[in-house]
């Protein structure tokens, strides 16, 4: 399995960002896909998940902002994040979990300015 994360960049506080997740490889239903973040000096810590039959969960920080969505077809889990604020600036990451496996894609950067 192979993930390919995209669609990080620099924006203003208030903007928004639409980050992509494409998988290539063997993708089961029972697959979960999740979105972390990493800030610098911090831990990497869970933002979204998207179960196979679309089942969602989120971190208090992403709840009403973020929105995690998943193409079955394209093999590609999408999040959306709208007024974003600086505190979310990170490197973001997805990861495919299946069991106790953690597939995980570059990241890529997002940083949003005051």
């Known amino acids: 399995v192979q993930l390919q994360a995209s669609g990080g960049g620099l924006v203003q506080a208030g903007e928004s960002l639409r980050l992509s997740c494409a998988a290539s490889?063997?993708?089961?239903?029972?697959?979960?896909i999740a979105w972390y973040r990493q800030a610098p000096g911090k831990q990497r810590e869970s933002v979204a998940l998207?179960?196979?039959?679309?089942?969602?969960n989120y971190a208090d920080s992403a709840k009403g902002r973020f929105a995690i969505s998943r193409d079955n077809a394209k093999n590609t889990v999408y999040l959306e994040m709208n007024s974003l604020k600086p505190e979310d600036t990170a490197v973001y990451y997805c990861?495919?979990?299946?069991?106790?496996?953690?597939?995980w894609g570059q990241g890529t950067q997002v940083t949003v300015s005051s």
């Open positions: 998207i179960s196979g039959g679309g089942s969602t």
């Open positions: 490889g063997s993708i089961f239903s029972g697959d979960v």
């Open positions: 990861a495919l979990i299946r069991g106790l496996a953690f597939y």
